[in-house]
């Protein structure tokens, strides 16, 4: 695994082994950055790893300009790779690395984030629920209460055909979904701007 783009190009980045993780292969990870980069810009922007593993999805978005990243992820081993591979190019002070569940976080944190990523265990269907955990805002006049800037992007990544994603969730809404093999990413906007 490697950065790919930005300030930290080419920069290895540690990964836990076993079948509990599994890293975005680099083809999705461009993938992802290509499709946003067409409608969102990165520079400045609060983003939320969660389930992050290796914080390879965050650390890249870091490399390619947003200025601070919560990484989330509950396993000890994980956040300890996540903690060597935010050393290496010295981003422990654009980081916040938070061992937890990623509900619990999600109904405490008072952050409010414009980029989201979402890389659930596969077969667990917990995307639709942390959709519905990030949707926290019923309507846009509570749209700075919690979670979601307005215009925010969510990233969600699953196994190919493993749940049907919903359309829209509260304020969020499907953009688009692209195929990578057994692979399949959805990108969600914020409908308010």
């Given at each position: ?58 650390i ?6 947003a ?22 190019p ?8 938070i ?56 990233v ?6 493993e749940e ?18 057994r ?11």
């Amino acid at each position: 695994m490697r950065v790919i783009s930005g300030k930290f190009k080419g920069l290895k980045l540690f990964t836990l082994g076993g079948e509990n993780t599994r890293p975005t292969s680099n083809r999705v990870k461009e993938g992802i950055f290509n499709a946003l980069q067409a409608s969102f810009d990165l520079n400045g922007k609060r983003v939320l790893d969660l389930f992050a593993g290796s914080g390879q999805m965050g650390i890249e978005a870091l490399s390619r300009g947003a200025s601070e990243c919560v990484f989330v992820d509950s396993n000890p081993k994980a956040v300890q790779i996540l903690r060597k591979n935010l050393a290496k190019p010295q981003l422990e002070d654009f980081a916040d690395v938070i061992t937890s569940d990623v509900f619990r976080y999600l109904k405490n944190t008072d952050k409010v984030f414009d980029l989201i990523f979402i890389d659930a265990p596969y077969r667990k269907k917990f995307i639709p629920r942390v959709l519905s955990a990030l949707n926290t805002v019923k309507s846009p006049e509570d749209i700075n209460a919690k979670i979601i800037s307005p215009g925010a992007a969510v990233v969600c990544e699953l196994e190919k055909g493993e749940e049907k994603l919903p359309e829209a969730v509260s304020l969020l809404s499907l953009y688009k979904t692209y195929k990578y093999g057994r692979i399949e990413t959805a990108i969600y906007f914020n409908a308010v701007q």
